[in-house]
């Protein structure tokens, strides 16, 4: 079985930063659904969350380092290195106590982390998927509304079991959100890019635009500019309190194409008037 760091691709001293990054590059490669599903990759991506699961938590990488677990975070008895399950232990010490150990022993079962990627959309409106975790478990998985790229879902109870009364482990699902060929995110709000005419940039008007809720209808004010920027209200991202973020439309003015002969020559008659001066302020400072 593969050594835990050469899995995610570090050094033993690795900071804890090192070894989520080092996760998360290898999550987008080593995704199921980037290496058109077959077995072995699922088999290498639960590898590689296994690895994250044992190195990302202190303790359970600390009883790694020492020997105490192997590469599946079972106890590795010394002398003979016999693996025992927890239940073992539990059994084990209930029956010869050490100093100091009570007759009742509960361990807390260890979590389990995955990986998911969604698609922007589900990210927004919400969606609901079932992922395989590391511990063999298949999980239903609700993906709630407003949901943020490398957010960590925690399904309670979901790890592994617990012992001697202990409470089993949590599920630790962390979402990476594709991006979108149109929406940025900025924090509660989305931001998109809004081509226009020379004509409806300087005239105005009302245009259709794209919405994470489908196309709407917003009137750009006459004489707008390359970054004038339009407020759609409640069209953003869902926050914690149940409201929503704005979204942002940004003018991009843009030139025909081709010359056009006519727009030139009115341009050429109108620049001889022309009394703006785009480039005052940057002038000001040479």
Do not use: C
Not at 92 to 121: C, N, W
Not at 127 to 153: C, D, F, W, Y
Not at 221 to 227: Q, S
């Amino acid at each position: 079985m593969r050594n835990l760091y050469d899995i995610l691709g570090i050094p033993t001293q690795a900071s804890a930063s090192d070894i989520k990054s080092a996760f998360r590059k290898l999550a987008r490669d080593k995704h199921p659904d980037a290496n058109s599903g077959t077995r072995k990759a699922e088999d290498d991506f639960k590898e590689l969350n296994r690895a994250y699961g044992i190195l990302s938590d202190p303790d359970q990488r600390t009883l790694y380092d020492r020997g105490e677990i192997d590469e599946l975070g079972t106890t590795v008895r010394s002398g003979r290195q016999q693996r025992s399950s927890p239940f073992e232990d539990f059994i084990r010490r209930r029956r010869h106590p050490q100093p100091g150990e009570g007759r009742t022993i509960r361990i807390h079962g260890a979590d389990v982390s995955y990986t998911l990627r969604i698609k922007f959309m589900d990210a927004v409106h919400g969606a609901t998927t079932h992922v395989s975790m590391t511990n063999g478990k298949r999980l239903r998985v609700t993906i709630p509304p407003g949901t943020r790229h490398e957010q960590t879902l925690r399904l309670k109870g979901q790890g592994m079991g617990g012992v001697g009364g202990g409470n089993d482990g949590d599920a630790l699902v962390e979402i990476l959100v594709d991006d979108h060929d149109l929406f940025i995110v900025d924090g509660d709000n989305i931001v998109v890019d809004l081509p226009v005419s020379l004509s409806e940039a300087v005239l105005g008007g009302p245009i259709e635009a794209p919405s994470v809720d489908g196309p709407v209808k917003v009137t750009v004010p006459a004489n707008a500019n390359t970054g004038t920027t339009l407020r759609l209200r409640g069209k953003g991202l869902a926050k914690a309190n149940g409201q929503r973020g704005d979204q942002m439309i940004r003018i991009q003015v843009m030139l025909p194409d081709k010359g056009d002969p006519e727009l030139t020559k009115f341009v050429r008659s109108w620049k001889a008037g022309e009394t703006q001066k785009p480039r005052k302020a940057s002038q000001k400072d040479n």
